[in-house]
């Protein structure tokens, strides 16, 4: 059901549909908060909002989890 609700919040955000991402992705992230694929997604869509310091919050955790990972680099 997890991997569900992630592939639909994938497809909301590509189709610009961003609060309904927001929607699914904050309760995924407050679910299973070291998930590094949902903290990738969430902090991506902080960053299209405009919202760069929840963003950056979100990337600096995710380089904490993944030290390489190039795109939150």
């Given at each position: 059901m997890k991997e569900d609700l992630f592939d639909?919040?994938?497809l909301l955000m590509?189709?610009?549909?961003?609060?309904?991402?927001?929607e699914i992705l904050e309760k995924l992230y407050n679910e299973d908060p070291s998930d590094?694929?949902?903290?990738?997604h969430l902090a991506l869509l902080l960053e299209i909002l405009n919202e760069n310091e929840e963003?950056?919050?979100?990337?600096?955790k995710l380089l904490e989890i993944i030290p390489d990972h190039k795109e939150a680099k």
């Open positions: 639909q919040a994938k590509l189709s610009q549909n961003y609060k309904e991402a927001r590094p694929d949902i903290i990738y963003a950056i919050n979100l990337y600096k």
